[in-house]
């Protein structure tokens, strides 16, 4: 879901690529893959191979967990959509601080 999200807002942005970034590599391969999913989230992969067609290039690629610190403590402390532009969230500053120094 959070992945149909992001490129949904990305196509509202009009950026002209993406690059969705995921510790799962059984997503990575559901998300490259031509083929239909039939899983319970099929319908949301569907939505998202679909709506990326829209950006000149769109990557997926593989982060390992412990690299993704950031983004799991933000889906920790944030319900529905939210976007920081030049601010960062308090509660975030440590993690970033410690991961990229």
Known sequence: MVAVRFVNFAQDLSLPLIIIEVDSK???KTLCSKDES??????????AKLST????SFCV???????NSVARNLAR???G?????EDVPPHINSILLAVFG
Do not use: P
Not at 38 to 44: A, E, K, P, R, Y
């Open 26 to 28: 059984i997503n990575i």
């Open 38 to 47: 039939f899983s319970s989230n099929g319908h949301l992969i569907a939505e």
């Open 53 to 56: 067609v829209s950006f000149y």
């Open 61 to 67: 690629s593989h982060i390992h967990r412990q690299s």
């Open 77 to 79: 402390h944030v319900s």
């Open 81 to 85: 959509l939210m976007v920081w532009i």
